[in-house]
């Protein structure tokens, strides 16, 4: 169900930003690609640990120390899309 903002006349629908769920579903996306991709290799993610590039390394490295949370994460938001909504 989409939920849409009125302000005057302008209409604007709700996006991942402002859906929780969606946002979750964004997040563990990335922690994953990204876990994904620095199995693969590691030195594109390594080299850059620091500023805006060095939030896909950190992600990456959830991704690999919490792999079995992120597991589980990824089955319950799974069950969630494919059967609550």
Sequence with gaps: KKR???TGQISFRESAIFNFQ???T???LLICTCAYIRSLAPSVLDKNKTGLLGIFWKCARIGERKSPYVA???IVMAFSILFIQ
């Design 26 to 28: 964004v997040i563990l």
């Design 22 to 24: 969606s946002l979750l």
């Design 4 to 6: 849409s903002f009125h």
């Design 72 to 74: 589980v994460c990824c």
